[in-house]
Each structure stands twice: as C-alpha cells, then as structure tokens.
C-alpha cells in the first residue's frame, strides 16, 4: 500500500453512501494532472467522519487535497491500458474547508481577546 498526497479536482459531485451496518461514507472521483503524460483519475473513498464531512461539502470542479492508504489501479479502455489510483482518504482539504478553519480560529481568538 501507497501513502499518497494527491491534488487536484472532482469530476463528479461526491457520493453519500452507507456500508450494511448504516456507518456513512463517501466517494468521489477527482482528476490529477501529470506533467508528462494524461490526467491521472483517482477514484476517492472516505469513512472517517471528518473526512465524509469536507468530501461532502465539495462539488464538482472544486479543488482539493486527499492524504491516505493508495493502491494503483488499471483498466482497458478501447483497448487501451488506462492507469488510476484508489485513494482511502483519511484526510480532505480544500479552500473551503481551509477558509471555515480560518475563520472558526479567528472567531476563537476574538472570544478570548
């Protein structure tokens, strides 16, 4: 297994999901560019609560950042080898979620001030 931290963006809203014991989880596919050759696509999954959480407040096209276990993947695609990740997210970062961090110490700070 691979510990990865990949960036780029979702190509598809991300997905709510429930495992057969009713935990929540989530997916998501997210695009990666590559310097020298084609995009690599990374298909996302994420169990840790926090994780669910900043994956579900995106949507597609938006920007982020997972960090997790990875495990290369391949597939054909008209007949050509085609090569992805599949990422288990234990942690998702984005603007978004960067900024509500800011501003939840900010706020912080002045309560205490």
Do not use: C
Not at 28 to 48: G, Q, T, W, Y
Not at 52 to 66: F, Q, T
Not at 68 to 75: D, F, M, S, V
């Amino acid at each position: 297994m691979l510990n990865v931290l990949a960036t780029g963006s979702l190509i598809r809203d991300p997905e709510r999901r429930h495992t057969s014991a009713g935990k929540p989880y989530a997916t998501a596919l997210m695009r990666v560019p590559s310097e020298d050759s084609e995009a690599i696509m990374v298909s996302v999954i994420a169990f840790n609560a926090d994780a669910v959480a900043a994956l579900l407040a995106l949507a597609k096209g938006d920007a982020l950042a997972v960090a997790g276990r990875a495990k290369l993947t391949t597939w054909q695609k008209n007949g050509e080898d085609r090569h992805g990740l599949s990422v288990i997210a234990d942690r998702v970062m984005s603007a978004y979620a960067a900024g509500k961090t800011r501003k939840a110490t900010r706020d912080a700070e002045e309560a205490t001030a």
